[in-house]
Protein backbone atom coordinates (compact mmCIF):
# COMPACT_ATOMS: atom_id res chain seq x y z
CA UNK A 1 0.00 0.00 0.00
CA UNK A 2 3.16 2.19 1.04
CA UNK A 3 4.59 2.27 -2.45
CA UNK A 4 0.91 2.82 -4.23
CA UNK A 5 0.77 5.92 -2.18
CA UNK A 6 4.15 7.23 -3.23
CA UNK A 7 3.40 6.38 -6.62
CA UNK A 8 0.26 7.61 -7.17
CA UNK A 9 1.08 11.53 -6.55
CA UNK A 10 3.91 11.13 -9.04
CA UNK A 11 1.51 9.83 -11.78
CA UNK A 12 -0.45 12.45 -11.15
CA UNK A 13 2.22 15.24 -11.26
CA UNK A 14 3.15 13.94 -14.65
CA UNK A 15 -0.37 14.04 -15.91
CA UNK A 16 -0.80 17.45 -14.29
CA UNK A 17 2.33 18.70 -16.46
CA UNK A 18 1.74 17.17 -19.73
CA UNK A 19 -2.02 19.05 -19.24
CA UNK A 20 0.05 21.87 -18.79
CA UNK A 21 1.86 21.58 -22.28
CA UNK A 22 -1.47 20.32 -24.11
CA UNK A 23 -2.76 24.22 -23.53
CA UNK A 24 1.37 25.66 -22.89
CA UNK A 25 0.25 29.27 -24.48
CA UNK A 26 -3.01 30.27 -22.62
CA UNK A 27 -1.63 29.42 -19.32
CA UNK A 28 2.26 30.78 -20.73
CA UNK A 29 2.26 33.70 -17.98
CA UNK A 30 0.55 32.24 -15.02
CA UNK A 31 3.37 29.19 -15.12
CA UNK A 32 6.00 31.79 -14.43
CA UNK A 33 5.11 32.08 -11.01
CA UNK A 34 5.65 28.13 -10.28
CA UNK A 35 8.90 27.07 -8.45
CA UNK A 36 11.87 26.79 -10.58
CA UNK A 37 12.38 22.89 -10.74
CA UNK A 38 8.10 22.80 -11.91
CA UNK A 39 8.91 24.93 -14.57
CA UNK A 40 11.73 22.91 -15.55
CA UNK A 41 9.66 19.98 -15.98
CA UNK A 42 7.31 21.70 -18.04
CA UNK A 43 10.22 23.39 -20.30
CA UNK A 44 11.83 19.64 -20.82
CA UNK A 45 8.28 17.92 -21.33
CA UNK A 46 7.54 20.83 -24.50
CA UNK A 47 11.07 19.15 -25.68
CA UNK A 48 9.87 15.69 -25.07
CA UNK A 49 6.81 16.93 -27.39
CA UNK A 50 8.91 18.08 -29.90
CA UNK A 51 7.66 21.73 -29.28
CA UNK A 52 10.88 23.66 -29.87
CA UNK A 53 9.45 27.12 -31.27
CA UNK A 54 8.09 27.68 -27.98
CA UNK A 55 10.84 25.94 -25.85
CA UNK A 56 13.16 28.68 -28.08
CA UNK A 57 11.04 31.20 -26.98
CA UNK A 58 10.98 30.75 -23.79
CA UNK A 59 14.58 30.16 -23.23
CA UNK A 60 15.29 33.59 -25.57
CA UNK A 61 14.60 35.43 -22.50
CA UNK A 62 17.00 35.88 -19.71
CA UNK A 63 14.48 36.30 -16.57
CA UNK A 64 13.44 32.85 -17.66
CA UNK A 65 16.27 31.07 -18.49
CA UNK A 66 18.28 32.94 -15.09
CA UNK A 67 15.37 30.66 -13.32
CA UNK A 68 15.86 26.94 -14.78
CA UNK A 69 19.83 27.43 -14.37
CA UNK A 70 18.96 27.05 -10.60
CA UNK A 71 17.63 23.54 -11.09
CA UNK A 72 21.02 21.99 -10.63
CA UNK A 73 20.15 18.64 -10.59
CA UNK A 74 18.80 18.54 -13.70
CA UNK A 75 21.56 19.99 -15.76
CA UNK A 76 22.08 16.94 -17.80
CA UNK A 77 19.05 17.77 -19.13
CA UNK A 78 18.98 21.00 -19.81
CA UNK A 79 22.16 20.55 -21.47
CA UNK A 80 19.86 17.92 -23.91
CA UNK A 81 17.03 20.80 -24.52
CA UNK A 82 19.72 23.97 -25.26
CA UNK A 83 21.29 21.64 -27.67
CA UNK A 84 18.41 20.74 -29.50
CA UNK A 85 17.52 24.06 -29.77
CA UNK A 86 20.80 25.13 -31.39
CA UNK A 87 20.29 22.37 -33.46
CA UNK A 88 17.07 23.52 -34.67
CA UNK A 89 18.59 26.73 -35.41
CA UNK A 90 17.67 29.00 -32.71
CA UNK A 91 20.55 30.84 -31.85
CA UNK A 92 19.71 30.85 -28.05
CA UNK A 93 23.24 30.71 -26.98
CA UNK A 94 23.96 34.14 -28.63
CA UNK A 95 20.90 35.68 -27.71
CA UNK A 96 21.51 34.78 -24.10
CA UNK A 97 24.71 36.56 -24.10
CA UNK A 98 23.38 39.86 -26.13
CA UNK A 99 20.77 39.95 -23.50
CA UNK A 100 22.89 39.69 -20.19
CA UNK A 101 25.54 42.47 -21.93
CA UNK A 102 22.51 44.68 -22.21
CA UNK A 103 21.49 43.93 -19.16
CA UNK A 104 24.96 44.65 -17.49
CA UNK A 105 24.76 48.26 -19.56
CA UNK A 106 21.69 48.88 -17.20
CA UNK A 107 23.06 47.68 -13.62
CA UNK A 108 23.09 50.94 -11.16
CA UNK A 109 26.77 50.38 -10.22
CA UNK A 110 25.49 51.92 -6.27
CA UNK A 111 23.13 49.52 -6.36
CA UNK A 112 25.21 46.57 -4.26
CA UNK A 113 22.43 43.95 -4.34
CA UNK A 114 21.46 44.41 -7.80
CA UNK A 115 25.44 44.60 -8.84
CA UNK A 116 25.62 41.46 -6.98
CA UNK A 117 22.97 39.73 -8.54
CA UNK A 118 23.75 40.48 -11.98
CA UNK A 119 27.54 39.21 -11.30
CA UNK A 120 26.00 35.83 -9.79
CA UNK A 121 24.31 35.53 -12.81
CA UNK A 122 26.89 36.51 -15.26
CA UNK A 123 29.12 33.11 -13.28
CA UNK A 124 26.18 31.07 -13.93
CA UNK A 125 24.82 31.70 -17.26
CA UNK A 126 28.82 32.07 -18.81
CA UNK A 127 29.50 28.75 -16.64
CA UNK A 128 26.78 26.77 -18.31
CA UNK A 129 27.34 28.30 -21.68
CA UNK A 130 31.26 27.15 -21.15
CA UNK A 131 30.20 24.04 -20.42
CA UNK A 132 27.81 23.32 -23.25
CA UNK A 133 30.67 24.42 -25.47
CA UNK A 134 29.76 27.89 -26.59
CA UNK A 135 33.32 29.83 -25.54
CA UNK A 136 32.58 32.72 -28.01
CA UNK A 137 29.45 33.77 -26.10
CA UNK A 138 30.53 32.71 -22.64
CA UNK A 139 33.44 34.61 -22.95
CA UNK A 140 30.92 37.63 -24.17
CA UNK A 141 29.38 36.90 -20.73
CA UNK A 142 31.56 37.26 -19.08
CA UNK A 143 33.69 39.96 -20.01
CA UNK A 144 30.32 41.64 -19.66
CA UNK A 145 30.32 40.34 -16.33
CA UNK A 146 34.24 41.37 -15.46
CA UNK A 147 33.57 45.03 -16.56
CA UNK A 148 30.72 45.33 -14.05
CA UNK A 149 33.12 43.92 -11.26
CA UNK A 150 35.12 47.32 -12.40
CA UNK A 151 32.54 49.55 -12.13
CA UNK A 152 33.04 49.64 -8.13
CA UNK A 153 36.63 50.15 -6.45
CA UNK A 154 36.26 47.85 -3.23
CA UNK A 155 37.82 44.13 -1.88
CA UNK A 156 34.34 42.92 -2.56
CA UNK A 157 34.38 43.63 -6.32
CA UNK A 158 37.94 42.54 -6.59
CA UNK A 159 37.59 39.23 -5.59
CA UNK A 160 34.69 38.81 -8.11
CA UNK A 161 36.62 40.45 -11.16
CA UNK A 162 39.92 38.10 -9.63
CA UNK A 163 36.99 34.98 -10.15
CA UNK A 164 35.86 36.34 -13.36
CA UNK A 165 39.42 36.19 -14.81
CA UNK A 166 39.95 32.77 -13.91
CA UNK A 167 36.77 32.14 -15.57
CA UNK A 168 37.61 33.63 -18.55
CA UNK A 169 41.71 32.29 -18.56
CA UNK A 170 39.37 28.93 -19.07
CA UNK A 171 37.60 29.65 -21.51
CA UNK A 172 40.24 30.87 -23.58
CA UNK A 173 42.73 28.06 -23.18
CA UNK A 174 39.45 25.93 -24.19
CA UNK A 175 39.18 28.02 -27.01
CA UNK A 176 42.19 27.81 -27.66
CA UNK A 177 43.14 31.61 -27.58
CA UNK A 178 46.42 31.51 -26.07
CA UNK A 179 47.61 35.84 -26.06
CA UNK A 180 44.48 37.42 -24.81
CA UNK A 181 44.65 33.74 -21.95
CA UNK A 182 48.09 35.58 -21.26
CA UNK A 183 46.14 38.71 -20.81
CA UNK A 184 43.47 37.50 -18.80
CA UNK A 185 46.18 35.89 -16.08
CA UNK A 186 47.96 38.91 -15.87
CA UNK A 187 44.70 40.55 -15.28
CA UNK A 188 44.08 38.02 -12.50
CA UNK A 189 47.52 38.09 -10.71
CA UNK A 190 46.89 42.14 -10.66
CA UNK A 191 43.64 41.66 -8.46
CA UNK A 192 45.34 39.03 -6.45
CA UNK A 193 48.30 41.22 -5.33
CA UNK A 194 45.48 43.75 -4.63
CA UNK A 195 43.38 41.35 -2.25
CA UNK A 196 46.77 40.46 -0.86
CA UNK A 197 47.53 43.68 -0.08
CA UNK A 198 44.90 44.05 1.93
CA UNK A 199 45.16 41.16 4.12
CA UNK A 200 43.01 39.10 1.91
CA UNK A 201 43.38 35.41 1.66
CA UNK A 202 42.92 33.90 -2.03
CA UNK A 203 42.79 30.24 -2.82
CA UNK A 204 44.99 30.27 -6.27
CA UNK A 205 44.39 26.31 -6.85
CA UNK A 206 42.34 26.73 -10.36
CA UNK A 207 43.96 29.98 -10.93
CA UNK A 208 47.11 27.80 -11.12
CA UNK A 209 45.68 24.95 -12.60
CA UNK A 210 44.04 27.15 -15.49
CA UNK A 211 48.00 28.66 -15.84
CA UNK A 212 49.16 24.91 -16.04
CA UNK A 213 46.41 24.81 -19.18
CA UNK A 214 47.80 27.60 -20.92
CA UNK A 215 51.63 26.33 -20.78
CA UNK A 216 51.14 22.62 -21.56
CA UNK A 217 48.70 24.04 -24.80
CA UNK A 218 51.88 25.86 -25.84
CA UNK A 219 54.40 23.01 -25.07
CA UNK A 220 55.90 24.27 -22.10
CA UNK A 221 56.04 21.20 -19.98
CA UNK A 222 58.58 21.93 -17.65
CA UNK A 223 56.78 25.58 -16.89
CA UNK A 224 53.42 23.71 -16.70
CA UNK A 225 54.64 20.91 -14.24
CA UNK A 226 55.79 23.70 -11.94
CA UNK A 227 51.90 25.62 -12.10
CA UNK A 228 50.80 22.15 -11.24
CA UNK A 229 52.84 21.46 -8.12
CA UNK A 230 51.61 25.22 -7.51
CA UNK A 231 47.93 24.45 -7.42
CA UNK A 232 48.09 21.20 -5.38
CA UNK A 233 50.01 23.00 -2.71
CA UNK A 234 46.81 25.22 -2.74
CA UNK A 235 44.41 22.59 -3.32
CA UNK A 236 41.92 22.13 0.09
CA UNK A 237 38.81 19.69 0.16
CA UNK A 238 36.53 22.98 0.67
CA UNK A 239 36.96 24.21 -2.83
CA UNK A 240 33.69 23.15 -5.37
CA UNK A 241 34.01 19.61 -6.06
CA UNK A 242 34.43 20.87 -9.75
CA UNK A 243 37.10 23.28 -8.79
CA UNK A 244 38.96 19.79 -6.93
CA UNK A 245 38.36 17.57 -10.17
CA UNK A 246 39.77 20.42 -12.86
CA UNK A 247 43.14 20.74 -10.79
CA UNK A 248 43.50 16.95 -10.42
CA UNK A 249 42.70 16.67 -14.05
CA UNK A 250 45.10 19.58 -15.61
CA UNK A 251 47.90 18.50 -13.09
CA UNK A 252 47.68 14.78 -14.26
CA UNK A 253 47.71 15.61 -17.85
CA UNK A 254 50.79 17.81 -16.97
CA UNK A 255 52.51 15.04 -14.65
CA UNK A 256 52.18 12.80 -18.61
CA UNK A 257 53.84 14.64 -20.81
CA UNK A 258 56.47 15.04 -18.08
CA UNK A 259 57.06 11.22 -17.98
CA UNK A 260 55.52 11.25 -14.33
CA UNK A 261 53.26 8.69 -14.92
CA UNK A 262 52.76 7.56 -10.81
CA UNK A 263 51.71 11.43 -10.05
CA UNK A 264 49.92 11.38 -13.14
CA UNK A 265 47.97 7.78 -12.55
CA UNK A 266 47.23 8.96 -8.73
CA UNK A 267 45.64 11.72 -10.03
CA UNK A 268 44.04 11.15 -12.73
CA UNK A 269 41.99 8.36 -11.08
CA UNK A 270 41.49 10.21 -8.12
CA UNK A 271 39.85 12.83 -10.49
CA UNK A 272 37.78 9.55 -12.32
CA UNK A 273 36.61 8.89 -8.70
CA UNK A 274 35.47 12.38 -7.63
CA UNK A 275 33.23 12.38 -10.26
CA UNK A 276 31.90 9.48 -10.14
CA UNK A 277 31.35 10.09 -6.93
CA UNK A 278 30.09 13.38 -6.80
CA UNK A 279 28.58 14.05 -10.31
CA UNK A 280 27.34 10.63 -11.16
CA UNK A 281 28.37 8.18 -14.22
CA UNK A 282 25.60 10.50 -16.88
CA UNK A 283 27.26 14.16 -15.91
CA UNK A 284 29.48 15.48 -18.32
CA UNK A 285 32.17 16.45 -16.06
CA UNK A 286 32.80 12.02 -15.51
CA UNK A 287 33.36 12.28 -19.43
CA UNK A 288 36.11 15.31 -18.80
CA UNK A 289 38.03 12.64 -16.18
CA UNK A 290 37.53 10.16 -18.99
CA UNK A 291 39.28 11.42 -21.90
CA UNK A 292 41.75 12.77 -19.18
CA UNK A 293 42.09 9.18 -18.00
CA UNK A 294 42.44 7.80 -21.42
CA UNK A 295 44.90 9.95 -22.60
CA UNK A 296 46.80 8.45 -19.78
CA UNK A 297 46.11 5.21 -20.62
CA UNK A 298 47.64 5.90 -24.05
CA UNK A 299 50.92 7.14 -22.94
CA UNK A 300 51.40 3.98 -21.06
CA UNK A 301 50.90 1.39 -23.70
CA UNK A 302 47.29 0.62 -22.33
CA UNK A 303 45.94 1.08 -25.77
CA UNK A 304 42.89 -1.06 -25.47
CA UNK A 305 41.99 0.17 -22.23
CA UNK A 306 41.95 3.48 -23.76
CA UNK A 307 39.67 2.72 -26.56
CA UNK A 308 37.49 1.81 -24.15
CA UNK A 309 37.52 4.40 -21.98
CA UNK A 310 37.40 7.30 -25.37
CA UNK A 311 34.37 5.23 -25.75
CA UNK A 312 32.87 5.41 -22.72
CA UNK A 313 33.30 9.29 -22.44
CA UNK A 314 31.78 9.41 -26.29
CA UNK A 315 28.89 7.69 -25.13
CA UNK A 316 28.48 9.88 -22.33
CA UNK A 317 28.89 13.38 -24.37
CA UNK A 318 26.45 12.16 -27.25
CA UNK A 319 24.12 11.52 -24.60
CA UNK A 320 24.22 15.01 -22.69
CA UNK A 321 24.90 16.97 -25.50
CA UNK A 322 24.24 15.21 -28.88
CA UNK A 323 24.32 17.08 -32.54
CA UNK A 324 26.84 19.82 -33.64
CA UNK A 325 28.53 20.38 -29.75
CA UNK A 326 32.32 20.79 -29.63
CA UNK A 327 32.92 18.49 -27.27
CA UNK A 328 31.23 15.80 -28.66
CA UNK A 329 33.51 16.41 -31.40
CA UNK A 330 36.61 16.53 -29.33
CA UNK A 331 35.62 12.98 -27.69
CA UNK A 332 34.96 11.81 -31.59
CA UNK A 333 38.62 12.57 -32.10
CA UNK A 334 40.23 11.23 -28.93
CA UNK A 335 38.83 8.14 -30.18
CA UNK A 336 39.92 8.12 -33.61
CA UNK A 337 43.33 8.59 -32.39
CA UNK A 338 43.37 5.82 -29.81
CA UNK A 339 41.42 3.56 -32.25
CA UNK A 340 43.87 4.13 -35.32
CA UNK A 341 47.17 3.44 -32.70
CA UNK A 342 44.89 0.39 -31.79
CA UNK A 343 44.24 -1.19 -35.21
CA UNK A 344 47.77 0.53 -36.68
CA UNK A 345 48.85 -3.31 -37.04
CA UNK A 346 45.37 -4.40 -38.41
CA UNK A 347 45.04 -2.10 -41.01
CA UNK A 348 41.55 -1.75 -40.00
CA UNK A 349 40.71 2.08 -40.35
CA UNK A 350 37.32 2.58 -40.83
CA UNK A 351 35.91 3.05 -37.82
CA UNK A 352 38.94 5.54 -37.08
CA UNK A 353 38.39 7.48 -39.99
CA UNK A 354 34.43 7.77 -39.39
CA UNK A 355 35.05 9.28 -36.05
CA UNK A 356 37.97 11.83 -37.36
CA UNK A 357 35.54 12.78 -39.97
CA UNK A 358 32.65 13.39 -37.98
CA UNK A 359 35.01 15.23 -35.06
CA UNK A 360 36.19 17.24 -38.50
CA UNK A 361 32.29 17.81 -39.59
CA UNK A 362 31.04 19.72 -36.43
CA UNK A 363 34.03 21.69 -35.76
CA UNK A 364 33.54 22.99 -39.08
CA UNK A 365 30.06 23.46 -39.14
CA UNK A 366 30.54 25.51 -35.71
CA UNK A 367 34.16 27.14 -35.98
CA UNK A 368 35.92 29.56 -38.17
CA UNK A 369 37.85 27.02 -40.86
CA UNK A 370 41.13 28.20 -39.17
CA UNK A 371 40.53 27.70 -35.74
CA UNK A 372 43.38 26.11 -33.97
CA UNK A 373 41.17 23.32 -32.83
CA UNK A 374 40.70 21.69 -36.12
CA UNK A 375 44.26 21.60 -36.93
CA UNK A 376 44.70 18.32 -34.42
CA UNK A 377 41.76 16.71 -35.87
CA UNK A 378 43.01 17.55 -39.48
CA UNK A 379 46.03 15.72 -38.66
CA UNK A 380 44.65 12.93 -37.24
CA UNK A 381 42.38 12.37 -39.92
CA UNK A 382 45.54 12.66 -42.42
CA UNK A 383 47.33 9.95 -40.24
CA UNK A 384 44.48 7.69 -41.23
CA UNK A 385 44.26 8.39 -44.57
CA UNK A 386 47.86 8.00 -45.23
CA UNK A 387 47.52 4.45 -43.44
CA UNK A 388 44.66 3.48 -45.87
CA UNK A 389 46.47 5.02 -48.51
CA UNK A 390 49.60 2.34 -48.12
CA UNK A 391 47.57 -0.68 -48.06
CA UNK A 392 45.49 0.15 -51.22
CA UNK A 393 46.15 -1.50 -54.65
CA UNK A 394 44.15 0.87 -56.25
CA UNK A 395 46.77 3.26 -57.23
CA UNK A 396 44.19 6.09 -58.62
CA UNK A 397 43.04 5.87 -54.85
CA UNK A 398 46.14 5.97 -53.31
CA UNK A 399 47.27 9.22 -54.89
CA UNK A 400 44.12 11.07 -53.86
CA UNK A 401 44.28 9.86 -50.37
CA UNK A 402 48.09 10.85 -50.09
CA UNK A 403 47.30 14.31 -51.63
CA UNK A 404 44.33 14.81 -49.10
CA UNK A 405 46.21 13.57 -46.16
CA UNK A 406 49.30 16.07 -47.54
CA UNK A 407 46.84 18.76 -47.63
CA UNK A 408 45.59 18.25 -44.14
CA UNK A 409 48.79 17.95 -42.65
CA UNK A 410 49.78 21.37 -44.79
CA UNK A 411 46.93 22.87 -43.04
CA UNK A 412 47.27 21.37 -39.75
CA UNK A 413 51.20 22.70 -39.74
CA UNK A 414 49.34 26.52 -41.19
CA UNK A 415 47.78 26.50 -37.85
CA UNK A 416 50.43 25.70 -35.65
CA UNK A 417 52.99 28.02 -36.97
CA UNK A 418 50.85 30.72 -36.23
CA UNK A 419 49.48 30.10 -33.31
CA UNK A 420 53.02 28.57 -31.40
CA UNK A 421 55.79 30.30 -34.02
CA UNK A 422 57.87 27.76 -35.38
CA UNK A 423 60.32 26.69 -32.54
CA UNK A 424 57.19 25.27 -30.80
CA UNK A 425 57.02 20.96 -30.20
CA UNK A 426 53.39 20.82 -32.01
CA UNK A 427 55.10 22.55 -35.19
CA UNK A 428 58.25 20.28 -34.91
CA UNK A 429 55.26 17.39 -34.53
CA UNK A 430 53.83 18.43 -37.40
CA UNK A 431 56.91 18.66 -39.47
CA UNK A 432 57.30 15.05 -38.13
CA UNK A 433 54.21 13.62 -40.07
CA UNK A 434 54.97 15.66 -43.26
CA UNK A 435 58.05 13.40 -43.24
CA UNK A 436 56.27 10.53 -42.94
CA UNK A 437 54.01 11.52 -45.44
CA UNK A 438 56.51 12.26 -47.92
CA UNK A 439 58.17 9.36 -47.58
CA UNK A 440 55.03 7.56 -48.56
CA UNK A 441 54.92 9.40 -51.60
CA UNK A 442 58.35 8.60 -52.54
CA UNK A 443 59.30 12.46 -52.22
CA UNK A 444 62.75 11.45 -49.93
CA UNK A 445 64.75 14.16 -49.90
CA UNK A 446 61.74 16.53 -48.88
CA UNK A 447 60.77 13.88 -46.03
CA UNK A 448 64.27 13.37 -44.65
CA UNK A 449 64.83 17.70 -44.92
CA UNK A 450 60.94 17.38 -42.58
CA UNK A 451 62.24 15.19 -40.22
CA UNK A 452 66.11 17.32 -39.77
CA UNK A 453 63.21 20.20 -38.86
CA UNK A 454 61.47 18.12 -36.27
CA UNK A 455 65.02 16.57 -34.43
CA UNK A 456 66.06 19.74 -34.75
CA UNK A 457 63.40 22.05 -32.84
CA UNK A 458 62.69 18.94 -30.44
CA UNK A 459 66.31 18.47 -29.74
CA UNK A 460 66.81 22.48 -29.01
CA UNK A 461 63.09 22.26 -26.72
CA UNK A 462 63.28 18.89 -25.13
CA UNK A 463 66.86 17.81 -24.89
CA UNK A 464 68.92 15.16 -27.02
CA UNK A 465 67.22 12.00 -24.75
CA UNK A 466 63.30 12.90 -24.38
CA UNK A 467 61.00 10.79 -26.15
CA UNK A 468 59.51 12.74 -29.05
CA UNK A 469 62.84 13.12 -30.18
CA UNK A 470 63.65 9.73 -29.98
CA UNK A 471 60.38 9.27 -32.23
CA UNK A 472 61.51 11.91 -34.88
CA UNK A 473 65.29 10.03 -35.23
CA UNK A 474 63.32 6.53 -35.35
CA UNK A 475 61.34 7.81 -38.44
CA UNK A 476 64.33 9.34 -40.49
CA UNK A 477 66.17 5.70 -39.36
CA UNK A 478 63.08 4.25 -41.42
CA UNK A 479 63.53 6.80 -44.46
CA UNK A 480 67.16 6.05 -44.61
CA UNK A 481 67.10 2.20 -44.09
CA UNK A 482 63.86 1.51 -46.32
CA UNK A 483 64.24 3.78 -49.23
CA UNK A 484 67.32 5.91 -49.35
CA UNK A 485 70.36 2.98 -48.39
CA UNK A 486 71.62 5.25 -45.96
CA UNK A 487 72.55 2.00 -43.65
CA UNK A 488 75.11 3.32 -41.70
CA UNK A 489 73.19 6.32 -40.65
CA UNK A 490 69.83 4.13 -40.65
CA UNK A 491 72.07 1.80 -38.04
CA UNK A 492 73.37 4.74 -35.80
CA UNK A 493 69.66 6.21 -35.66
CA UNK A 494 67.88 3.48 -34.77
CA UNK A 495 70.53 2.36 -32.08
CA UNK A 496 69.70 6.00 -30.57
CA UNK A 497 65.86 5.76 -30.80
CA UNK A 498 66.23 2.10 -28.76
CA UNK A 499 68.51 3.40 -26.51
CA UNK A 500 66.17 6.50 -25.86
CA UNK A 501 63.38 4.14 -25.84
CA UNK A 502 64.43 1.32 -23.09
CA UNK A 503 65.97 4.01 -20.58
CA UNK A 504 62.40 6.32 -20.95
CA UNK A 505 59.69 3.16 -20.68
CA UNK A 506 61.57 -0.10 -20.77
CA UNK A 507 62.33 -3.37 -22.50
CA UNK A 508 58.21 -3.26 -23.50
CA UNK A 509 58.10 -0.54 -25.01
CA UNK A 510 55.47 -0.37 -28.10
CA UNK A 511 57.87 1.96 -30.33
CA UNK A 512 60.79 -0.99 -30.32
CA UNK A 513 58.95 -2.82 -32.40
CA UNK A 514 59.43 -0.67 -35.52
CA UNK A 515 63.37 0.05 -34.91
CA UNK A 516 63.67 -3.51 -34.08
CA UNK A 517 62.26 -4.50 -37.32
CA UNK A 518 64.59 -1.55 -38.96
CA UNK A 519 67.74 -2.97 -37.77
CA UNK A 520 66.64 -6.69 -38.50
CA UNK A 521 65.81 -5.35 -42.33
CA UNK A 522 68.78 -3.57 -42.60
CA UNK A 523 71.40 -6.35 -41.35
CA UNK A 524 69.59 -8.38 -43.56
CA UNK A 525 70.50 -5.88 -46.72
CA UNK A 526 73.98 -5.73 -45.40
CA UNK A 527 74.81 -9.15 -45.08
CA UNK A 528 75.40 -9.27 -41.57
CA UNK A 529 73.90 -12.59 -40.40
CA UNK A 530 75.51 -12.57 -36.81
CA UNK A 531 73.37 -9.16 -36.14
CA UNK A 532 70.43 -10.28 -38.01
CA UNK A 533 70.16 -13.45 -35.57
CA UNK A 534 71.09 -10.89 -32.77
CA UNK A 535 68.04 -8.80 -33.42
CA UNK A 536 65.55 -11.94 -34.88
CA UNK A 537 66.08 -13.31 -31.04
CA UNK A 538 65.05 -9.72 -29.26
CA UNK A 539 62.43 -8.96 -31.29
CA UNK A 540 61.07 -12.53 -30.21
CA UNK A 541 61.77 -11.34 -27.06
CA UNK A 542 59.76 -8.75 -27.15
CA UNK A 543 56.51 -10.09 -28.46
CA UNK A 544 56.74 -12.78 -25.91
CA UNK A 545 57.00 -9.53 -23.24
CA UNK A 546 54.23 -8.00 -25.66
CA UNK A 547 51.90 -10.63 -25.35
CA UNK A 548 52.08 -11.03 -21.84
CA UNK A 549 50.77 -7.40 -21.50
CA UNK A 550 48.22 -8.02 -24.22
CA UNK A 551 46.66 -11.09 -22.19
CA UNK A 552 46.00 -9.03 -19.18
CA UNK A 553 42.61 -8.47 -18.43
CA UNK A 554 41.05 -5.22 -19.88
CA UNK A 555 38.80 -3.36 -17.19
CA UNK A 556 40.00 0.26 -17.18
CA UNK A 557 37.15 1.60 -14.73
CA UNK A 558 37.59 -1.06 -11.99
CA UNK A 559 39.84 0.64 -9.74
CA UNK A 560 39.01 1.26 -6.11
CA UNK A 561 35.79 1.71 -4.71
CA UNK A 562 35.78 5.65 -3.84
CA UNK A 563 37.94 9.15 -3.86
CA UNK A 564 40.66 8.77 -1.57
CA UNK A 565 40.96 12.13 1.15
CA UNK A 566 41.87 14.79 -0.84
CA UNK A 567 45.18 16.12 2.01
CA UNK A 568 46.07 12.00 1.15
CA UNK A 569 46.39 12.25 -2.30
CA UNK A 570 48.45 15.72 -1.90
CA UNK A 571 50.33 14.52 -0.04
CA UNK A 572 51.04 10.86 -1.59
CA UNK A 573 51.61 13.47 -4.93
CA UNK A 574 54.59 15.38 -3.21
CA UNK A 575 55.73 11.98 -1.67
CA UNK A 576 56.97 10.88 -5.06
CA UNK A 577 58.94 14.21 -5.86
CA UNK A 578 61.58 12.27 -4.14
CA UNK A 579 61.05 9.24 -5.82
CA UNK A 580 62.36 7.92 -9.30
CA UNK A 581 59.54 6.99 -11.23
CA UNK A 582 59.42 3.44 -13.35
CA UNK A 583 57.35 4.99 -16.57
CA UNK A 584 55.27 2.62 -18.46
CA UNK A 585 55.58 2.71 -22.23
CA UNK A 586 54.15 5.18 -24.58
CA UNK A 587 52.03 4.27 -27.85
CA UNK A 588 52.74 7.61 -28.88
CA UNK A 589 55.71 6.13 -31.49
CA UNK A 590 52.62 5.14 -33.80
CA UNK A 591 52.06 7.91 -35.68
CA UNK A 592 55.18 9.10 -35.34
CA UNK A 593 54.70 12.92 -33.75
Known sequence: MASALEWVPDSLYNTAISTVVTSYSSNRKELRTLPENVQFDIYYKLYNKGRLCLLGMEFSELDIFA???KVNDKRHLLHHCFQALMDHGVKVSAILADAYCQHCCLVNPKDSKQLDKVIKLGYSLGGFLTDAGWYY???KVLLSCLQACKQVDNPSL??????????LLHIRNANCKYSEAHECYELAMKYLEKLEEHGHIV?????????CSLLFAKCQYDEAYKYCSMALREITSNLPQKTIVDVLRQCGKACVVKRQFHKAE?????AVLYTREYFGVKHHKYSDALLDYGFYLLNVDSINKAVK???TALDIRQSVFGGNNLHVAMAHEDLAYSTYVQEYSSGKFSDAREHAERAIDIITHILPEDHLLSASTKRVKALILEEIAIDSSDKELEDRLLHEAQDLHLASLSLAQKAFGENNVQTAKHYGNLGRLYQSMHRYKEAEAMHLKAINIKENLLGPEDYEVALSV???ASLYNYDMQMFDEAEKLYLRSIAIGKKLFGPGYSGLEYDYRGLLRLYHQVENSLKALDYAIILHEWNQIRDRSNAEETRPLDFLAGPQELTNV???????????NSPSPSPMSVDGE
Not at 158 to 167: D, K, L, S
Request: proline residues 0%; hydrophobic residues 40%; negative net charge.
Open 570 to 580: VEEFFMEENRN
Open 474 to 476: GHL
Open 137 to 139: DSE
Open 67 to 69: RVL
Open 203 to 211: NKALLHSER
Open 266 to 270: LLIKQ
Open 309 to 311: VYQ
Open 158 to 167: WYNAFECCVR
